[in-house]
């Protein structure tokens, strides 16, 4: 054998060489990329256009053609990342060969799917009974503020409503399956990445999934906060092995008032007004010369120098003059996601700018969020996961309140001044003091403010050891929260003039003649730390699976106020100096709270072939809101479901049913969640209270017991029994999931009726019990198409509760009562109306509420036939001539929702709405001339008169307090169906721009509350609010423009 000798190159040679090799290395790494075609399809061999096919761990990819066809140049040995909206994704590795098809997955018949459920996950075969989803792309691209105003309608049980739409503060309350309890909300309970949390600050672009958890079986395991239910939400995070991705998304709307009412001119108010007077016997207020002023263009203002009045004020519409017709609202969010072998990332950042209806004054929102979720794995067994959240929100209102009899019931009611000195728009600084007039506009421009700060911080940091042993993972969750805000809200001094007899201004009554500061200080800490074992095994066709851990919870609240009155200066924002003879804060206060939890939990499933499955659910908690004897409770549940369509038989006899499932539950929760006035942290000790008494000519301090202790009071306890069916046909193209349910609380906090001699305020005790019957269904079809596909989806529920005991003081009134036995809460109660007198002999021949009752008043029928108009003494016995007229809880809720793409395009809609629901509007707000100075409105004009007898008011009066009675004839048919969100889009696909390192970009526009339809006639109120109907911020209807980039 003959060996080689090693030779080296000369050094000039080698040189020569070096340059070779430079220049022919890229051909040598070309050479080893090629073209590679192919096609992607469907698991029915239908083309899939708009897959997105990428080489992994790089930015280099393209998309498929209408055809599924694409070309991508990629060397043998890399892998190729296939993925499609409504598929599987799916990695091919590049071969010899120059072509690659490809078969992809639906999602849509993957039962494989996870789904968040209490503490751990489950594919959806797996589950049985009220866990509930919702499609995550009902929540993309909507203008909304709040992620409750993206849940209405998209799930059967879930009802949400508004009352409010001013900025930063909407009026967003959510229930699960009825009301349970008296005096809350009965708000479910929240959970974000695993831990408690609040849903109003969360910006809607970091969300990745929502769970409802509906029935005892499946949030029972949350134990004494799951009463109302429970929502689950995961937040989005990175992917393993993939280079960054940028994620772009930005939205500016424009948003329009509605439900706000219709204000008359000038002359028709005059009109109206003198209408009134005739009724009266009195003289009018205007003159014909006056109401002809108000129709010419020419006149400006007359003056009186005799009563050194203005006879004539152009005219001024105080809606427009104050309100804006339309506002902006700015959304943008950025976020990087990526990966390496051994992590996952993700980073955004979010800013919503809100503009306020006001033109003057502060009225605005601002929210910034930020959020890093972090995954690392150490080695095959340890990971952690670290999930940091910062929120910062920012509200300017004005000084004074807004709702009730507040800047609204000013801006919309209270006329102007006939007399002003000052015209809302011109430079002058001065304005008028004449009687009572609207003080809204100088409220507004110089009045002061309302600024709120908040500041909400939260992590959840996980350390998770996976297959210690085969099926065995042990987690540890450690989560801080910290949430604190600082508001201040200045009252101004705003002078105000008359005019002396030579018409020079002079000072008259000020609108807040003693200024203040009011500022308040509340933070809130928590801690929450649990750990769970989670274990799985097989024994041939037994699957057992069991979860054990414990749970503990730590909260504190400090609240803290100062006021400091007649500030030094009006401009000067310190509670240091004052006018006052001691320069000490008026007003101090403070509010702390403590509190702690600590619970143990477990459950155990088992199902056997995939066919039978049981499970047990055992939770104990424990508070130190209870007295010592009752601190600790346990909550079950129990379940079990039959898979059907996983017998032989099944599948032989109904091969077009691909799943049936039937499932039945019983469980129970508590009631702890909502902050229950009659359930404070410390009622069931003996709490001390600072009072006053004169001795000596000065106040001297005392402390005196607050109210009697609660020291027997027990948990609310929810049972819930289920039971549901699921059924999927068609090659799961069509889905159908029913389920009824019965929901009891046996043990409702109620308040004590104890005589007032007692001196001191009850206690609360479980004293009432509720009853909550009801059902929900959703049906869905999802299809694909050459190019495309589309889906329809609906769903509906209904429940209805009803007081099934009740010891406290069940009292009888007109409006809306809450604790009538037999009764659903929200039940209203008042007068039954018929029609209006006509007549002088009608009125004299009829029972009558008051003397001053007369023609064109309604009509009040006498139930009891005792010859009076009158609710009795309040008693089940004897509540006069009360009877029952609605009820404000909604019935039948549903929502209705579908949407198509085709080559890029994109149309999606959701319809949400109420079968069935009463209100009762505020007579005291909504009759035109209730009080002599209030401004009448276009609808008022349809009164009672001889040539008019079926109008909707009564006959117009300067001061009524005949018609103001809650009667049949102010209940609204509040049902009603509202276009939520319309939204068209088009996706221009990589493919279409070849930019590189740009991926799809996407244009749309999304419409949010465009159209409603409702029973109702008083149109200047939105069906979705709740009690007595008054003044209230507008709602919005929003237009928005949205581009999303990825990159």
Avoid: C
């Amino acid at each position: 054998m003959r060996l080689l000798k090693h030779h080296s190159l000369p050094p000039g040679n080698k040189f020569l060489f070096g340059l070779a090799v430079l220049f022919f290395l890229p051909f040598l790494v070309f050479a080893q990329s090629k073209t590679i075609t192919g096609t992607v399809k469907d698991e029915n061999g239908t083309p899939v256009s708009g897959a997105s096919v990428a080489i992994k761990k790089q930015n280099t990819g393209t998309t498929t053609n209408e055809a599924g066809n694409f070309t991508i140049t990629a060397a043998s040995g890399e892998v190729l990342v296939i993925s499609a909206v409504m598929f599987e994704p799916k990695e091919v590795t590049v071969g010899t060969g120059n072509s690659i098809n490809v078969q992809l997955r639906s999602k849509a018949t993957e039962l494989s799917d996870v789904v968040v459920v209490g503490y751990g996950t489950r594919t959806k075969r797996d589950i049985g009974g009220g866990v509930l989803t919702v499609d995550q792309q009902l929540l993309q691209n909507r203008p909304v503020t709040n992620t409750l105003d993206a849940l209405q309608g998209t799930t059967p049980g879930l009802v949400i409503t508004r009352t409010n739409g001013q900025p930063g503060r909407e009026g967003l309350t959510a229930t699960i399956r009825g009301i349970t309890s008296l005096g809350v909300n009965n708000a479910p309970l929240v959970i974000i990445d695993g831990v408690e949390g609040d849903l109003s600050s969360l910006n809607p672009n970091d969300i990745q999934t929502i769970s409802i958890l509906e029935d005892a079986a499946s949030a029972s395991i949350y134990g004494a906060k799951a009463g109302g239910g429970v929502i689950l939400v995961t937040t989005k995070g990175g992917r393993e092995n993939q280079k960054t991705r940028f994620d772009l998304t930005t939205m500016y709307s424009i948003r329009t008032p509605f439900a706000r009412p219709e204000l008359l001119s000038s002359r028709k108010q005059g009109e109206l007004i003198n209408a009134a007077r005739v009724f009266a016997n009195q003289n009018k207020d205007f003159t014909d010369q006056q109401l002809e002023w108000f129709d010419d263009p020419n006149v400006n203002d007359v003056w009186n120098a005799n009563s050194r009045t203005w006879e004539y004020y152009y005219n001024n519409d105080m809606v427009d003059i104050l309100m804006r017709k339309q506002s902006t609202q700015r959304n943008v969010n950025l976020s990087a996601s990526g990966g390496s072998d051994k992590s996952s990332y993700l980073f955004s950042i979010g800013y919503l700018g809100q503009q306020g209806v006001f033109k003057f004054g502060p009225d605005s929102y601002s929210r910034f969020n930020a959020r890093v979720n972090y995954n690392t794995r150490f080695s095959k067994i340890f990971s952690l996961d670290t999930r940091l959240s910062f929120v910062k929100e920012n509200i300017l209102a004005p000084s004074a309140s807004i709702t009730g009899e507040g800047l609204m019931y000013n801006v919309y009611s209270i006329r102007a001044a006939r007399n002003p000195i000052f015209t809302p728009g011109t430079n002058d600084s001065k304005y008028a003091f004449i009687g009572t007039i609207s003080t809204a506009y100088p409220v507004l421009k110089d009045g002061g403010y309302d600024e709120e700060d908040r500041y909400n911080m939260n992590g959840v940091i996980s350390l998770t050891a996976k297959k210690i042993v085969k099926g065995l993972d042990l987690k540890v969750v450690y989560s801080p929260g910290m949430i604190f805000s600082a508001r201040e809200v200045f009252a101004k001094t705003v002078p105000r003039f008359s005019i002396d007899e030579n018409m020079i201004p002079i000072p008259s009554t000020a609108i807040n003649p003693v200024n203040s500061l009011n500022k308040t200080r509340p933070y809130t800490l928590s801690q929450n730390f649990f750990a769970t074992a989670d274990y799985d095994f097989k024994l041939k066709d037994h699957h057992f699976h069991l979860l054990g851990g414990t749970e503990y919870k730590t909260y504190k609240y400090d609240w803290v106020q100062a006021m400091q009155r007649a500030l030094l200066l009006n401009n000067f924002e310190t509670l240091n100096y004052t006018t006052l003879a001691t320069a000490d804060v008026t007003n101090v206060a403070d509010n702390i709270q403590e509190n702690r939890w600590l619970s143990y939990f477990g459950r155990l499933s088992y199902d056997f072939a995939s066919k039978y499955y049981f499970e047990g659910v055992l939770r104990r908690d424990g508070s130190s809101r209870l007295s010592p004897g009752n601190k600790f409770q346990t909550f079950y549940a129990l379940n079990a479901f039959w898979r059907a369509s996983q017998e032989e038989w099944f599948k032989r006899t109904l091969p077009w049913v691909d799943e049936f499932k039937i499932a039945v539950s019983y469980g129970t929760a508590g009631g702890a969640q909502t902050a229950n006035p009659n359930s404070s942290n410390y009622d069931f000790q003996s709490v001390l209270t600072r009072g006053f008494y004169p001795f000596n000519d000065s106040r001297t301090a005392f402390l005196q017991q607050a109210a009697l202790a609660s020291e027997g009071k027990q948990w609310e306890i929810i049972e819930t029994t289920n039971f549901g069916f699921d059924i999927e046909v068609l090659k799961r193209r069509l889905r159908l999931h029913f389920d009824y349910f019965i929901k009891e609380n046996n043990n409702v906090f109620v308040t004590q009726n104890l005589p007032e001699l007692l001196g001191v305020a009850p206690n609360s005790a479980n004293l009432a019990a509720i009853q909550v019957k009801g059902w929900g269904v959703t049906l869905k079809w999802s299809d694909k198409f050459r190019n495309g596909g589309y889906y329809v989806s609906a769903n509906i529920s209904d429940d209805k509760n009803q007081v099934v005991r009740f010891d406290g003081a069940n009292t009888y009134f007109a409006g809306i009562n809450g604790t009538i036995l037999g009764m659903s809460t929200n039940s209203i109660f008042g007068y039954k109306a018929d029609g209006y007198f006509d007549t002088p002999e009608e009125v004299q021949g009829s029972p009558r509420r008051t003397t001053n009752t007369g023609v064109g008043d309604i009509k009040l029928l006498d139930i009891n036939k005792d010859g009076f108009i009158n609710q009795g003494i309040g008693t089940a016995a004897n509540h006069g001539d009360l009877v029952y007229l609605g009820n404000t809880n909604p019935r039948y809720v549903f929502g209705v929702n579908a949407g198509v793409n085709w080559k890029g395009f994109d149309f999606s809609f959701l319809f949400n709405g109420v079968g069935k629901r009463s209100i009762v509007i505020d007579p005291t707000a909504s009759i035109g001339l209730y009080d002599g100075w209030r401004m009448p409105w276009v609808i008022h004009q349809d009164y009672w008169r001889p040539d008019n007898l079926n109008a909707k008011f009564p006959a117009i009066r300067l001061s009524d307090r005949v018609n103001d009675q809650v009667s049949s004839h102010w209940i609204q048919d509040a049902s009603y169906i509202r276009l939520k969100n319309l939204q068209v889009g088009y996706t221009f696909r990589n493919s279409m721009h070849n930019v590189k390192g740009l991926g799809d970009i996407k244009l749309y526009f999304s419409g949010q509350d465009l159209w409603e339809l409702t029973g109702m006639w008083f149109k200047y109120y939105d069906p979705e609010n709740t009690g007595r109907v008054s003044f209230g911020y507008p709602l919005w209807r929003s237009y928005a423009m949205g581009l999303n980039i990825s990159f």
